[in-house]
Structures are given as structure tokens and as C-alpha cells.
């Protein structure tokens, strides 16, 4: 079945620092691709989309862009501040039109 | 304000003994859902309903039930609780199906002695 693969954490970084965090992903086709993020002691939240190739979804000064030759959606963000502290899920729709997660991913953003 | 509301937030409780959580969203979302998450497998869809009386199962439905009754309120029913049940739990909604917005309650964590 169709499937999302996050890089390991946590990710660590100082304030300030370029963030990314890798999503790969398995599908039929060409799902809709989501991040969601999960600040401490809550529920999620969507963070940004994308539904077709080449889209690039953004919001709060994180992108991301659909890459359907690298099977990819990568999360960026120039520069990260200690509020962006959080566990970030990659996702997509599957073809049963299920929502898929990674296992997501903690970022640490220190002073 | 818009919101998913879950109850209880923490629950302690033992083997066999029958329990429901809540959920109730104010934004007239059609489609409703629940996850569980479980270090190191993210989340996982238990059951969804796309519309009132409409439910179906998600990846990973068995020891749960679901009702859909009202538009607003859709509860997660554990009849027999066993220890692997353990885990956080999010209801979720969406206006009309997972294309949209998920909006995601604060969760409720569960313990099963």
C-alpha cells in the first residue's frame, strides 16, 4: 500500500538555522500531499498543502514542493525560532482515500 | 470559536471495563474521523464518517466501535479495552471529506491496565 517515510529525529537546531525535513513517499498515481504539525500537548494542525506535481504549498514561512520524479515533499524553512518547536507528519491521500502519516519528525530549536 | 472538543482528556482504566470518548466539532463538518498514535507509527485512522449514519473502517478498526447519530457528535466506543489499546487518541473533521481541512481535537490519552 501506499506509504510516507520521514528522516529520524529529533532534528536540533539553533535559532535562526535553515530547517529541512525529508518526506518521501510510495503511491498509486498522484496523492495530495499534506504537513501537519503537532505542537507539545495538542493536535494537530495542517501546516501546508499540495495536490498536483510541480505545487508548492507554504505557510508561516515553511515550503514545501511536490516533487513526483524524486517521489519527494520536502520541508524548509530559512529560519527556524524556538516557537517552531514541534513534531512535523508528512501525509497523503491514498488511493482509497485514506490519509496517510509518517512517523514524524521532533524539532528542537534552541536560543 | 471553531472547534474539536474530546472527553475525557486522560483516562486511566482496566481490562474489560467498557468506555466511550467523545467528540463533538461546531463547524457543521461533514466527514469525521478517528486516529490513534503510537511512537514510531505515527498516526493511524481507527474508523471515519462521511455523513450521519454513514461510518466505515479505517486501518486499524478492530476493539472499537463508532456512532454518528447527529452531525456534530461522533463518540469512539471501547467495549472491552485490553492493555494495546494504550495510546493517545485524536478525533478529527473535515467540511466535506479528507481533501479539506482536518481539524484536529486535543486528544485524549488513554492508559488500559
Known amino acids: 500500500g501506499d506509504s510516507v517515510t520521514q528522516m529520524e529525529g529529533p532534528v536540533t537546531l539553533s535559532e535562526e538555522a535553515f530547517l529541512t525535513i525529508n518526506c518521501t513517499y510510495t503511491?498509486?498515481?498522484?496523492?495530495?500531499l499534506f504537513w501537519y504539525v503537532q505542537y507539545p500537548g495538542e493536535g494537530l494542525q495542517l501546516l501546508l498543502k499540495?495536490?498536483?506535481?510541480?505545487d508548492k504549498g507554504s505557510n508561516k514561512g515553511f515550503e514545501a514542493t511536490y516533487r513526483k520524479e524524486t517521489t519527494s515533499f520536502h520541508l524548509e524553512k530559512g529560519s527556524v525560532q524556538v516557537s517552531d518547536s514541534a513534531v512535523y507528519f508528512c501525509a497523503l491521500i491514498d488511493n482509497t482515500d485514506k490519509l496517510i502519516f509518517g512517523t514524524g519528525t521532533r524539532l528542537q530549536v534552541f536560543p | 470559536e471553531a472547534q474539536v472538543t474530546q472527553n475525557p482528556r486522560y483516562l486511566i482504566t482496566v481490562t474489560g471495563k467498557k468506555l466511550t470518548v467523545t467528540c463533538s466539532q461546531n463547524?457543521?463538518?461533514?466527514?469525521m474521523s478517528w486516529y490513534r498514535q503510537d511512537p514510531g507509527l505515527g498516526l493511524r485512522q481507527i474508523y471515519y464518517?462521511?455523513?450521519?449514519?454513514?461510518?466505515d473502517k479505517g486501518d486499524v478498526p478492530e476493539g472499537y466501535k463508532v456512532s454518528r447519530k447527529e452531525k456534530r457528535n461522533f463518540p469512539l466506543i471501547l467495549e472491552s479495552p485490553s492493555p494495546n489499546q494504550t495510546s493517545l487518541y485524536f478525533c478529527?473533521?473535515?467540511?466535506?471529506?479528507?481533501?479539506?481541512?482536518?481539524?484536529f481535537g486535543p486528544g485524549t490519552r488513554l492508559t488500559v491496565l
Open positions: 464518517s462521511m455523513n450521519v449514519e454513514v461510518t
Open positions: 478529527a473533521s473535515s467540511f466535506l471529506d479528507l481533501t479539506d481541512t482536518q481539524y
Open positions: 499540495a495536490t498536483k506535481a510541480d
Open positions: 503511491a498509486t498515481g498522484y496523492p495530495s
Open positions: 463547524m457543521n463538518h461533514e466527514y
